[in-house]
């Protein structure tokens, strides 16, 4: 890429000129890669998350492979002890960070504007921003494989482990400021889809007529915007430590290695329901649609979300009975682990109470919907018994440990976000994923899941220890072993039918020339009044909300004897997706470049500083560019609609209410 | 907050049947004073882990001084108390601003700025004086904490004088106007915040003992 056309080229270029109320001129492209880097639209973003964590995923999976490989027999010769330690560091780190998180962004981003009734998020480019310094975060830590070897303290690099003098090579550094980095992307997208939630609504969506989703979003972000910064610290103090010879967790020198514990745990345990609720959300949305009932008890699930997020704050020390935090710490946290078992059962008896007498049908969303429940309070029955001080000093650092979070992170999140792939498909891409493929990909995760993590919890009990690179023959764990290796690869088959059911229906639906209608599964939230795939402005007008569910009460009332009826054939009832006169966020140049200097900080505190000052550089330039440019350029946002309609019309208005105050975006 | 927004959603959008071109939000708060809320509440929880650390090592200062020993409690008070004045200069910019008083605006917001390079001025000299004293940045747990915890807070500051001082440019500029004074507003509200989290450092860090 030479500068003449890269995204630094400002200002040339033959389709752009220099605009009067920006400083320089702004990309204008609405297709090819130029409009991706430059995209400030929430459905495109949403989109580049999903599949940034789709690459980081097939990566978190291989290293995932390997530790399975590994211990597939006794005494594994396939990996070193050093190399083990990084692999499976790497793999959580991978996952956790870079592929549920992002996947729930990746939702967030595209269905909440869509779910509130509006046009974009309120700040377009902190959106963009916040991808990019995502994705420039994830590369940092995984570039550490090319540049001398991950982390290997594990995804939690307990102190003084972390230290250099446990650690002597640059893994944990790459670990430390690659999540620095993804952790300014978590606060700034934290910030944003808070602000669009609280202040984008429709007309008439008051809080309590919101989805479930878009609650689950909100929570999620609250909680974000709160653990996130409390890593921070802790990682701050773990940089300075290793790179600038600070004394943080030096024990020689009287620190407390259990201070990175707590700071790592008060982020840590929140951030096990930022990576649930998502997809708590997710099939909140789905079984509705198949049981053709309404969510039962809304209440009740917005509050359990609420209270999730309240006491994920109070249970922390839950992950540090084994390290000696003294018995009445240990009691009040066995309580309120128990505690917090109450709202997510609120959770699943309504999901169960919502399918119950309803006409339910088991299209694929549903099928891994499903999965999630019963995967998921597996987990969440595992995790209770860790409440139980005794007992999980037993299972501290065994496989059972392994079990439960998988179940819950896998048989819950993935499960959810693999129903959410099925079910909005056809809306974010315009075609539908084969049902066919897409049950028989169900059925293959579930039998390989339970295959690989179920024998784990059998493992554990019987003292296998996890983070240990081997274990040698005689011990018993032979069997049970082999069987979770041979599970791995059912689930790596299962994942490529996925990959391979995308293909095969894209290039079916191309080859027949299907689209699919808006609402493929008459369904009941506003996302599904918009035609698919989403048109750019996504509403033609913005629908003034009376109902939770405001889409079907569009379609379905009650005749006198409480019978429900239709009201309105759904093709009336949908938007044409017609755009004219709606002005657009103007894409920009300025959250990339932003994105881009961050890496260059992050390998000059490695290395030379001197990359440092040219990070810093970059970025400070970016910010100023970025002020000096107003949100929606004046002299753009005609550009979706025909010329011949260069008028505004009236129906209409903009989309953002950032024009004015674009000093502060 | 939420409750607000639930009151105010529908009050909001008067007969606002189709039509969206005012730029009024569901909660009547704009957006960008809703983000650097939320913004300031994160920051909470960033000085929250920097001061629980400090509270836990203030003592651990192996072979170096305690940093209590070295307080010149009198110097940093009145550096503190530059630092107060400035929260109410900044009140008098945001004042000037929605008054539509442009050239009364620059002048507050450089006044501000400058009380606050008084202040980190004053923080260099004191990191000097430690230094001088035999406690640095790696002396010991203690050291690190506190340096660590103080310059975090300087760091604010100067980002603080910098938003300042492109304020005042961007008003010299005519890009701040009466029309969009919120924006002065909005750094009011971080450089107040910047200056309530001194007061609570300089009460946790050096009065208390």
């Given at each position: 890429m030479s500068l003449a056309d890269g995204p630094l080229a400002l200002g040339s270029g033959g389709e752009l000129t220099t605009r009067p109320m920006g400083v320089f001129a702004r990309p204008g492209e609405a297709?090819?890669?130029?409009?991706?880097?430059?995209?400030?639209?929430?459905?495109?973003?949403?989109?580049?998350?999903?599949?940034?964590?789709?690459?980081?995923?097939?990566?978190?999976?291989?290293?995932?492979?390997?530790?399975r490989l590994q211990l597939a027999t006794p005494?594994?010769?396939?990996?070193?002890?050093?190399?083990?330690?990084?692999?499976?560091?790497?793999?959580?780190?991978?996952?956790?960070?870079?592929?549920?998180?992002?996947?729930?962004?990746?939702?967030?981003?595209?269905?909440?504007?869509?779910?509130?009734?509006?046009?974009?998020?309120?700040?377009?480019?902190?959106?963009?921003?916040?991808?990019?310094?995502?994705?420039?975060g994830g590369l940092v830590l995984n570039s550490a494989w090319l540049l001398g070897g991950g982390a290997d303290g594990g995804w939690f690099n307990y102190a003084p482990n972390n230290g250099v003098r446990f650690s002597p090579t640059h893994g944990i550094d790459f670990w430390n400021l690659g999540l620095l980095i993804a952790g300014i992307a978590s606060l700034v997208g934290a910030v944003n889809l808070i602000t669009t939630v609280l202040n984008m609504r429709a007309p008439g969506m008051t809080l309590m007529k919101m989805p479930v989703f878009t609650w689950m979003s909100l929570v999620v972000q609250f909680l974000l915007l709160f653990a996130v910064p409390v890593l921070t610290a802790a990682q701050f103090l773990l940089m300075f430590d290793r790179l600038f010879d600070a004394q943080f967790f030096n024990t020689q020198m009287g620190a407390d290695p259990l201070l990175w514990e707590h700071l790592f745990w008060i982020f840590g345990h929140p951030e096990v329901y930022i990576l649930i609720l998502p997809t708590f959300g997710i099939v909140s949305e789905v079984i509705p649609v198949f049981a053709r009932k309404p969510i039962f008890g809304y209440p009740f699930m917005v509050f359990s979300g609420i209270a999730i997020g309240f006491m994920g704050w109070g249970v922390w020390a839950h992950h540090m009975f084994a390290s000696g935090v003294g018995p009445i710490s240990v009691a009040a946290f066995s309580i309120s682990t128990m505690f917090i078992a109450v709202p997510t059962g609120v959770k699943v008896l309504n999901?169960?109470?919502?399918?119950?007498?309803?006409?339910?049908?088991?299209?694929?969303?549903?099928?891994?919907?499903?999965?999630?429940?019963?995967?998921?309070?597996?987990?969440?029955?595992?995790?209770?018994?860790?409440?139980?001080?005794?007992?999980?000093?037993?299972?501290?650092?065994?496989?059972?440990?392994?079990?439960?979070?998988?179940?819950?992170?896998?048989?819950?999140?993935?499960?959810?976000?693999?129903?959410?792939?099925?079910?909005?498909?056809?809306?974010?891409?315009?075609?539908?994923?084969?049902?066919?493929?897409?049950?028989?990909?169900?059925?293959?995760l579930l039998v390989g899941f339970n295959l690989t993590f179920g024998p784990m919890h059998i493992l554990g009990l019987q003292g296998m220890p996890r983070r240990t690179y081997t274990y040698r023959d005689g011990y018993g764990f032979n069997f049970w072993n082999f069987v979770s290796t041979v599970g791995t690869f059912i689930i790596a088959t299962s994942m490529l039918i996925f990959f391979a059911n995308i293909f095969l229906s894209y290039r079916k639906a191309k080859k027949e020339q299907l689209s699919v209608p808006a609402d493929p599964w008459d369904a009941r939230s506003l996302e599904w009044m918009v035609p698919s795939p989403t048109p750019a402005h996504n509403f033609d007008v913005i629908p003034t909300v009376s109902h939770l569910d405001e889409f079907w009460h569009r379609k379905y009332g009650e005749d006198e004897e409480g019978r429900l009826v239709r009201i309105a054939?759904?093709?009336?009832?949908?938007?044409?997706?017609?755009?004219?006169?709606?002005?657009?966020?103007?894409?920009?140049?300025?959250?990339?470049?932003?994105?881009?200097?961050?890496?260059?900080?992050?390998?000059?505190?490695?290395?030379?500083?001197?990359?440092?000052?040219?990070?810093?550089?970059?970025?400070?330039?970016?910010?100023?560019?970025?002020?000096m440019e107003p949100a929606t350029d004046p002299d753009a946002g005609h550009d979706d609609h025909p010329a011949d309609h260069d008028e505004p019309s009236d129906a209409s208005g903009e989309a953002v209410a950032t024009e004015e105050a674009a000093l502060v975006d | 907050m939420t409750d607000l927004a639930d009151t105010t959603a529908v009050g909001a959008h008067p007969g606002a049947a189709t039509h969206d071109h005012t730029h009024v939000t569901a909660t009547g708060i704009s957006n960008e004073?809703?983000?650097?809320?939320?913004?300031?509440?994160?920051?909470?929880?960033?000085?929250?882990?920097?001061?629980?650390?400090?509270?836990?090592?203030?003592?651990?200062?192996?072979?170096?001084?305690?940093?209590?020993?070295?307080?010149?409690?009198?110097?940093?008070?009145?550096?503190?108390?530059?630092?107060?004045?400035?929260?109410?200069?900044?009140?008098?910019?945001?004042?000037?601003?929605?008054?539509?008083?442009?050239?009364?605006?620059?002048?507050?917001?450089?006044?501000?700025?400058?009380?606050?390079?008084?202040?980190?001025?004053?923080?260099?000299?004191?990191?000097?004086?430690?230094?001088?004293?035999?406690?640095?940045?790696?002396?010991?747990?203690?050291?690190?904490?506190?340096?660590?915890?103080?310059?975090?807070?300087?760091?604010?500051?100067?980002?603080?004088?910098?938003?300042?001082?492109?304020?005042?440019?961007?008003?010299?500029?005519?890009?701040i106007t009466q029309r969009n004074a919120e924006a002065v507003e909005i750094v009011g509200l971080y450089w107040h915040f910047v200056d309530v989290v001194w007061i609570l450092i300089f009460t946790v860090v050096y009065l208390i003992k």
């Open positions: 297709k090819g890669w130029r409009s991706w880097v430059t995209t400030v639209d929430h459905k495109r973003i949403g989109i580049m998350y999903g599949a940034a964590a789709l690459v980081f995923f097939v990566i978190g999976g291989i290293e995932a492979m390997l530790i005494d594994g010769k396939l990996l070193s002890a050093d190399l083990y330690n990084q692999v499976y560091t790497m793999h959580g780190t991978t996952m956790i960070f870079l592929v549920i998180m992002p996947l729930g962004a990746a939702f967030m981003n595209y269905l909440m504007p869509l779910q509130i009734g509006a046009r974009d998020v309120a700040f377009p480019r902190l959106n963009a921003l916040s991808f990019w310094v995502f994705l420039a999901w169960m109470a919502t399918m119950w007498g309803g006409k339910l049908t088991f299209d694929a969303p549903m099928l891994y919907s499903i999965g999630l429940v019963t995967m998921f309070t597996i987990g969440g029955l595992s995790g209770v018994t860790h409440a139980l001080a005794p007992a999980d000093t037993q299972q501290t650092d065994t496989y059972y440990i392994v079990a439960h979070f998988h179940y819950v992170m896998f048989g819950g999140g993935l499960n959810g976000f693999i129903a959410g792939w099925y079910f909005w498909w056809p809306k974010v891409f315009g075609y539908r994923l084969g049902e066919r493929l897409g049950k028989i990909n169900f059925w293959i054939a759904t093709e009336d009832v949908v938007q044409k997706g017609d755009g004219r006169g709606v002005h657009l966020p103007s894409p920009s140049y300025w959250p990339i470049v932003m994105a881009f200097g961050m890496p260059w900080i992050a390998y000059g505190l490695i290395y030379n500083l001197w990359f440092c000052v040219l990070g810093g550089i970059c970025v400070v330039a970016a910010i100023y560019g970025w002020i | 004073k809703v983000a650097m809320w939320a913004f300031l509440g994160s920051e909470c929880l960033l000085f929250g882990g920097l001061i629980s650390t400090f509270l836990l090592y203030k003592d651990r200062a192996a072979d170096g001084p305690v940093p209590h020993e070295l307080y010149d409690i009198a110097f940093t008070s009145i550096s503190s108390f530059v630092l107060l004045m400035s929260s109410l200069t900044m009140v008098l910019a945001v004042s000037a601003i929605s008054r539509g008083d442009d050239r009364a605006l620059r002048a507050w917001l450089l006044v501000t700025a400058l009380l606050g390079s008084i202040f980190i001025s004053g923080q260099v000299y004191e990191f000097k004086e430690f230094l001088n004293e035999g406690l640095g940045f790696t002396t010991s747990p203690a050291g690190s904490a506190f340096f660590t915890l103080t310059g975090f807070h300087g760091v604010h500051v100067t980002i603080g004088i910098v938003m300042l001082i492109s304020a005042a440019l961007l008003s010299r500029s005519g890009r």
